[in-house]
C-alpha cells in the first residue's frame, strides 16, 4: 500500500511564525501535491512538483512556498503565518503524471492564533 | 479542462442505494472520469474510475452515458459508514502539466 505521511496531525502557531508543513511517500512516486481545504470551498491546490527541485504554483499559492530536495519528501512552508491560512492542509503524491490517481496523507490542521 | 458540476450535497437513509450526478458536458475524447471518496479528518481516496458504458468494484458503480457528458457513481444499499464527500473529476490521467481540480464535492449524509 502506499504510504503518504505527514508531520502533525495538529498544529497550533501564532501569527508572524515561520511554519514548515512536511509530507513524506514511500512509493518513489514523481509528483506530489500540497491543497488545503475549508469548509465550503473543497480542496483547493496550492503548489505541485513534478520532480526533484521542480515546483509549479497552483491556484493559491501566495503566502507559501514549498521545497523538494528529495524525491520521497515535499514541504510546505509558511513563511509568515496569518490567521487565515489556518486550515485543514493535505498532502498527495501520484506516480505517473500530475493527473494520475492521488494518494492523500491524513492532513494537519493548522490553527494560527 | 472539462468543468464538472455535481450537487453539494445529498441524504440518504441506510439501506439505500445512492446515485451522484455529475455533469461534463465538454470532456474530451481522452478524458477519464474519476471518484474520489473522502471520510471525515482524512484525506480523499480513490474510488473508481471509468471512460464509458459501466465500471463495477467492491465499493461502487460508475455509470457513463454513450455521450459522456455525464456519469453517475451509484452507491448500493449505504450504511452510516459512508458518510463522505464525493468528488467527480475528469481529465486525461496520463498527459497533461496541470493536475485535475477537485472542486467541493457532493457531501452525502446516511441516517439511521
Known amino acids: 500500500d502506499v504510504k503518504v505521511t505527514q508531520s502533525s496531525r495538529y498544529l497550533v502557531k501564532r501569527t508572524g511564525e515561520k511554519v514548515f508543513l512536511e509530507c513524506v511517500q514511500d512509493m518513489d512516486h514523481e509528483n506530489m501535491f500540497w491543497y488545503r481545504q475549508d469548509p465550503g470551498l473543497g480542496l483547493r491546490l496550492i503548489y505541485f512538483?513534478?520532480?526533484?527541485?521542480?515546483?509549479e504554483k497552483g491556484d493559491i499559492p501566495e503566502g507559501y512556498s514549498v521545497s523538494r530536495e528529495k524525491k520521497e519528501r515535499f514541504s510546505l512552508i509558511l513563511e509568515s503565518a496569518s490567521t487565515n491560512q489556518t486550515s485543514m492542509y493535505l498532502c498527495a503524491s501520484s506516480p505517473n503524471g500530475v493527473r494520475d490517481t492521488q494518494y492523500f496523507g491524513p492532513g494537519t490542521r493548522l490553527t494560527v492564533l | 479542462l472539462a468543468k464538472t458540476t455535481q450537487p453539494i450535497s445529498m441524504d440518504s437513509y441506510e439501506g439505500q442505494e445512492v446515485n451522484i450526478t455529475c455533469s461534463h458536458n465538454n470532456i474530451a475524447t481522452n478524458d477519464y472520469i474519476t471518484w474520489y471518496q473522502q471520510f471525515p479528518s482524512q484525506g480523499p481516496r480513490f474510488i473508481i474510475q471509468g471512460y464509458k458504458t459501466k465500471v463495477t468494484n467492491e465499493v461502487a458503480s460508475l455509470f457513463i452515458p454513450a455521450d459522456r457528458k455525464s456519469s453517475t457513481l451509484s452507491l448500493p444499499r449505504v450504511s452510516l459508514s459512508d458518510t463522505a464527500v464525493y468528488y467527480c473529476l475528469v481529465g486525461d490521467g496520463r498527459s497533461g502539466n496541470t493536475p485535475l481540480v477537485f472542486g467541493k464535492g457532493t457531501r452525502l449524509s446516511v441516517i439511521a
Open positions: 512538483s513534478y520532480d526533484v527541485k521542480m515546483k
